[in-house]
């Protein structure tokens, strides 16, 4: 079975409105800002979904079609297994959190590799960064405006996650500026010794 993913939803979904070709499938996630939260960089990642999707009985040929002289363009359609798949996979990710691996979290796992002065300018590089993400989310709301919200809130999630990421990386950063929050290669050697040494007294007692 094809494996969950924003953009095998994606394609569903479009499906499940009306039958169409992988080019309009573009162009509506494209058109309607869905790009924010689906990653359609790659053409062949959308062509690749959409064979394993035909593949597993979840999308029919419905036609082809050829315009002027463009290339003949192959219309797709649901089958009652997509459809039915497209509701079950929507109340799943809605309902049930599911443990997700970003960059930025295993970065700050391993923070100490860099001096905290490095952190810092890093962070305040994080900082400048998030605001300009925010003002952008802003200009693409109120572009928006005239759209009703029940199709916009997706980008209220991603300023709220964005606004929330802003606060935690200015705390840190303040809290490395004062140098409440601080290491040093000594201070991580005397936590080496420490953390292995009730390691060591732990396998003792088992």
Partial sequence: MTKRSPLALAVLVLLYEEPMHVYRMQQLIKERGKDEVINITQRNNLYQIIARL???????IRASERSNNRPERVIYELTNAGRGLTIEWTREILSTPSREFPEFPAAVSVLPVLTPEDALEQFEKRIVALEAELARLDTQTEAASFVPRLFLLEMEYLYAQTSAELRWVRAIA??????RLTWS?????????????????????S
Wanted: hydrophobic content about 35%; aromatic content about 2%.
């Fill in 185 to 205: 290669d000594a201070w991580m050697q005397k936590v080496a010794e420490e953390l292995a040494a009730k390691h060591n007294q732990k396998e003792a007692q």
């Fill in 54 to 60: 035909e593949r597993d009985g979840l999308i029919t």
């Fill in 174 to 179: 303040d809290d490395l500026r004062s140098g």
